[in-house]
């Protein structure tokens, strides 16, 4: 059974930064592309970043461009969200995902889920 555990959340102040991570067990860790998401009480879970298996392929949505980064490491099994110039609109559980397409955007693509982590940014 995949298992994925985020952790590396916590309260920032708006400007800092903070890193997640994801460990994986029970798959294959580097036949599968991963993403990570997020999502506010009362909203529709939205995508923020994904990377291919290897990592050479990234994709960001349009408001973490510039300031988060994903990356992973396929030895650990781990992918890893750095993430700064914190903004209070990330507030937000970050989830990381499983995917079944490459660098999918939808989160009907993908197929496990960690339980989430939280990041609050105060301003």
């Known amino acids: 059974q995949v298992q994925l555990v985020e952790s590396g959340g916590g309260l920032v102040q708006a400007g800092g930064s903070l890193r997640l991570s994801c460990v994986a067990s029970?798959?294959?860790?580097?036949?599968?592309?991963m993403g990570w998401f997020r999502q506010v009480t009362g909203q529709e879970r939205e995508f923020v970043a994904a990377i291919s298996q290897a990592g050479f392929s990234r994709n960001y949505a349009d408001f973490v461009k510039g300031r988060f980064t994903i990356s992973r490491d396929n030895a650990k099994n781990t992918v890893y969200l750095q993430m700064n110039s914190l903004k209070p609109e990330d507030t937000a559980v970050y989830y990381c995902?499983?995917?079944?397409?490459?660098?999918?955007?939808?989160?009907?693509?993908?197929?496990?889920w960690g339980q989430g982590t939280q990041v609050t940014v105060s301003s």
């Open positions: 995902a499983r995917a079944k397409i490459e660098l999918a955007v939808l989160s009907s693509n993908y197929d496990y």
């Open positions: 029970g798959g294959t860790f580097r036949n599968y592309a």
